[in-house]
């Protein structure tokens, strides 16, 4: 275990006052307000799917239709140069379904890991009446480690791709604002399924 003591004083920086963000007491505090964070986020995800299949009764339309699928087909042969044309978009651009997709399941694995990992629910599990032991609770580990690290950058992708893309600076202002030009919005999208 290391102890951290953070000396602050004036005139040099020393290795302590560095890592005093990674002392054992910061840890900590983190993994304590893990589980908490866990609660919020299947809250969060309960009431999205309870709102979109319940009260609003309408498609997910971050969902993959037949509709969605042929315009991915279609940007693919422009992508490749087998076509010239390239389709409105709905009301997603597919890389923005694509993304919503890969953090779920981030989210979801995410979940999956960290309720193994984390001591109380472990200890509830039948892992050695499973045949699973400590290798299986360490690759955990690496895999919520590993989730964790994409998620983050991720996390770093969209807001480069919203803030720092000068044409993406409308759409990023009308998630705030809860507006859009309708040019600004017919420019890219269109009001019906059709490609």
């Known amino acids: 275990m290391v102890q951290c003591s953070c000396h602050y004083h004036t005139g040099d920086l020393r290795m302590d006052d560095l890592s005093a963000p990674f002392s054992s007491e910061n840890c900590f505090r983190l993994v304590f307000l893990a589980p908490w964070a866990v609660v919020l986020l299947l809250v969060g995800v309960a009431f999205h799917v309870i709102y979109e299949g319940i009260i609003v009764r309408r498609a997910n339309p971050m969902a993959v239709s037949r509709t969605e699928a042929r315009r991915i087909l279609v940007i693919l042969e422009n992508f490749f140069g087998l076509s010239n044309s ?4 709905g009301k997603y651009h597919p890389g923005q379904i694509f993304f919503h997709w890969l953090v779920a399941g981030n989210f979801f ?7 193994i990992i984390w001591k109380p629910l472990r200890d509830l599990l039948p892992l050695s009446l499973l045949g699973f032991g400590w290798d299986f609770i360490f690759y955990n580990r690496l895999l ?3 989730f964790s690290a994409t998620l983050i950058a991720s996390l770093f992708a969209h807001i480069y791709f919203a803030v720092l893309i000068k044409k993406n600076w409308k759409e990023a202002k009308s998630m705030f604002t809860g507006r859009i030009p309708s040019h600004e919005y017919l420019r890219c999208h269109h009001l019906d399924d059709s490609v």
Not at 86 to 89: A, F, K, S, V
Not at 109 to 115: H, I, R
């Open 86 to 89: 390239y389709p409105r978009l």
């Open 109 to 115: 694995v995410l979940t999956l890991t960290g309720f």
């Open 144 to 146: 919520h480690g590993f």
